[in-house]
């Protein structure tokens, strides 16, 4: 863990997420380039240099420099967020369908693929943490995924509003009774991921934690079979 880890973003858990986070980072160097050349522009303008002069006179060049360069930072920036968008909630196939259900305070999962799989998933207690657990994020069962596999994850609610989130899969999808939102869950590795929910849905909202482990078939089967 690097000495700024905390004011980054987490470690992305997949391909997407990892595109997401240097997407973010691409984004920021564009903004602070153009925001140093608008403030070096300001300066130049106001110091009455002889560039003024020359901007003044008219130039085609600049003109057509000034118009194609915008349209090409614009596009840099709408196409790859435009295709993250679509591959996260675009494509609705998946190898496997788990539905997840927003309940004040408490998630539900259920999958179509297995009848018999139902589980709640409640927050432990303090009293019910070990020395290695994670104070509010621990569940009484966690929702168990395969991995390397594509997950379609159907969200919604039974009562107010909830939103399911996955911070480290840049996933994060809103809950709402009598809807179903629909995305792509994957992970490219065995382990445990947390989230909390993350639209205000009453006095228990920051109780209701998610945590997805994602292990092999085999012990996935076992899980919910
Ligand atoms: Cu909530």
Redesign the pocket.
């Known amino acids: 863990m690097s000495l700024y880890s905390h004011i980054q973003l987490l470690d992305g858990g997949n391909m997407v997420s990892n595109c997401m986070i240097l997407f973010h980072d691409y984004c920021l160097v564009l903004l602070l380039m153009i925001l140093t050349y608008v403030c070096f522009m300001f300066y130049i303008c106001y110091s009455g240099q002889s560039f003024v002069t020359y901007i003044s006179g008219g130039s085609n060049f600049l003109e057509m420099v000034w118009t194609i360069l915008p349209m090409f930072f614009l596009l840099s920036l709408g196409v790859p967020s435009f295709l993250m968008m679509y591959y996260v909630e675009g494509e609705l196939k998946g190898d496997l369908t788990v539905k997840s259900i927003g309940h004040q305070w408490y998630w539900s999962y259920e999958s179509s693929d297995f009848s018999d799989y139902q589980v709640d998933s409640y927050m432990l207690g303090l009293s019910d943490l070990s020395i290695s657990s994670h104070r509010l994020m621990e569940v009484d069962n966690s929702l168990v995924l395969p991995y390397l596999t594509k997950v379609r994850m159907v969200v919604t609610s039974t009562d107010v509003l ?1 939103a399911w989130a996955l911070p480290s899969m840049c996933i994060k999808m809103d809950a709402v009774p009598g809807r179903l939102n629909t995305l792509n869950v994957f992970s490219m590795t065995p382990g445990s991921f947390y989230g909390q ?1 993350s ?3 009453g006095i228990n ?1 920051s109780f ?1 934690p998610i945590h997805v482990e994602f292990v092999d078939w085999a012990n996935f089967l076992n899980s919910v079979l």
């Open positions: 909830h929910c639209e205000i849905c909202h209701m």
